[in-house]
């Protein structure tokens, strides 16, 4: 008998397909409020081992197909990565770094899935101007509401991982949508179940966790001795997770922050800024209504007119 | 007598009352296409800016076209200011007596204009609202490109755009503030916006607030 693995993700559901994933499960909406949700869901999370990973591009062929992208084809840039870089129709890149490693002398080639990190303090949704056209479930999936989005660019500014893309197309901001439509019917993303060797899992953020730790085991007992996982709590966590050879080291695996979070200039664009702007507006507004009402209209007097007149005559005759 | 604030088309027309020509047709125009373009910047970016205003982008048809717009009217404001900066620039040079103005503050505040040195064209409050709105107007221009992702946002890397928007954001503060100022000025000194609009003001108000411009123009 062929042997399940435990995160085997289920096949889709033919008949009674509820959405249970709406609105009433937002825990964060940008430029905007939402009532606490009458129900926590249980938090989700996917998990890459990219030791495990092989580079085949399932995940992100399976990205295109479910999303139904359809990126134009590409060239070939001298490197494996194709696209070299995330696009508005390409929520997914496997970004490949040649290291060589001092203390072994290997090459090890480390194949990143890049995407969206699904922060538990999404940046994006920090920056966003547009009501609602950001959001995040209490499972912890963000996602972008097109129809509220303006296309102001300003998500970009706030991710500490790079991530959403402008449409030139419709003009609306893109990123991985964790498959939220698909895990709104107890599915998972589509590139974890198109993984061949379960480098891609997903399950709830607890058992990703659990058994990331017997991976970590296993690296570790494999000479990894920094084998790790990749959660960081600079964002809060994240609701896609690594499994790193080398968790020391995460700016080798193509760039990963190490300790990323929300850029501090962001903060204060958004934070202080807003509130010292509108207190200095209201202010100069202030102060002038005061002055008027203190010191009344500045008027020209009558003498005023007489005097000048005098000097037009004065010089004139 | 060569007076550095006479503008071309300053004139005195003698008669009850005296009447002065301050701004030519071209330079309200000018002034009231910039003006124009500074309010519908203002009330865009506003909704951009803090989620509470978001509603204003109502009035431009919605938050996708406030954002495709908004830089648009910049460009606009930037190419109309430039034409009022060619205008007034030199009339708007400091002068000795704009800081001895400027110290007396008080007095000006307090309608008590005899106690201030006699003033040109402009006086130095208006100057520092013509160099703020330069030096702002050539900041906002300049951060407002960078921030522009749908035709610039190839050129800079994500950290300049963090910058550059924060930038954007303080400088729209400031000018903002420097408009309540320009605009609280005008409507407080009776007989300015009408030197704006039908750009005659007249020999009392010429007499009261830019005696020195009046002299020079009699003496013309």
């Known amino acids: ?317 | 007598m060569t007076a550095y604030d006479l503008e071309p088309g300053d004139e005195v027309h003698p008669g009850d009352p005296v009447t002065v020509d301050r701004y030519t047709t071209g330079a309200r125009i000018n002034h009231w296409i910039t003006a124009t373009c500074l309010v519908l910047l203002a009330i865009s970016g506003l909704s951009m800016f803090h989620p509470a205003l978001f509603f204003l982008s109502g009035l431009f048809g919605g938050g996708q076209i406030t954002r495709w717009i908004h830089p648009w009217i910049g460009v606009v404001l930037f190419f109309s200011f430039l034409g009022l900066f060619i205008r007034f620039w030199r009339a708007n040079l400091w002068r000795i007596e704009d800081g001895t103005w400027l110290a007396k503050l008080r007095d000006v505040l307090s309608a008590h204009e005899e106690r201030v040195p006699e003033v040109g064209k402009y006086n130095a409050g208006q100057k520092a609202v013509f160099w703020l709105m330069s030096i702002l107007i050539i900041t906002l221009i300049a951060s407002g490109l960078i921030s522009w992702d749908q035709y610039f946002g190839a050129f800079t890397s994500v950290e300049v755009k963090r910058i550059a928007i924060l930038v954007h954001a303080l400088a729209s503060i400031i000018i903002i503030c420097v408009w309540i100022v320009h605009v609280y000025a005008a409507i407080w000194v009776r007989g300015s916006i009408h030197a704006m609009t039908s750009g005659q003001v007249t020999g009392g108000w010429a007499w009261r607030h830019h005696r020195k411009w009046l002299k020079e123009l009699v003496g013309k």
């Open chain 1, 1 to 317: 008998m062929r042997r399940t693995f435990e995160f085997e993700l289920p096949n889709p559901p033919t008949q009674n397909v509820n959405t249970d994933l709406g609105t009433m499960d937002l825990v964060r909406r940008s430029a905007s409020t939402v009532p606490p949700p009458a129900r926590q869901l249980t938090e989700v999370a996917k998990l890459i081992d990219i030791s495990k990973c092989i580079g085949c591009k399932a995940c992100e062929a399976a990205c295109i197909e479910w999303n139904d992208t359809r990126p134009k084809i590409g060239t070939n840039i001298g490197v494996y990565d194709n696209p070299p870089d995330l696009t508005p129709d390409m929520f997914t890149v496997m970004r490949f770094s040649e290291w060589v490693n001092p203390k072994t002398e290997n090459l090890e080639w480390l194949i990143r899935k890049d995407g969206c990190m699904h922060c538990a303090e999404p940046g994006c949704l920090e920056a966003c101007p547009a009501p609602g056209a950001i959001v995040q479930y209490s499972n912890g999936i963000v996602d972008f509401v097109h129809e509220n989005c303006i296309g102001c660019g300003y998500c970009i500014k706030g991710c500490p991982f790079n991530i959403p893309r402008i449409s030139a197309v419709d003009h609306t901001a893109y990123k991985c949508t964790l498959c939220s439509d698909r895990v709104a019917v107890g599915q998972g993303p589509a590139c974890a179940k198109a993984c061949p060797t379960h480098a891609i899992i997903f399950g709830t953020k607890e058992e990703m966790t659990r058994h990331a730790e017997e991976r970590i085991k296993d690296l570790k007992s494999r000479g990894f001795e920094n084998a790790g996982l990749y959660d960081p709590p600079g964002v809060g966590g994240t609701h896609v997770m690594y499994v790193l050879q080398h968790a020391d080291l995460p700016e080798i695996y193509a760039g990963l922050p190490s300790n990323p979070r929300i850029s501090p200039i962001v903060d204060i664009w958004k934070g202080v800024t807003k509130y010292a702007g509108f207190i200095a507006m209201g202010a100069f507004a202030t102060i002038g209504v005061a002055h008027h009402l203190l010191t009344g209209p500045n008027k020209v007097s009558r003498e005023d007119e007489e005097n000048a007149k005098h000097l037009v005559e004065g010089e004139r005759t």
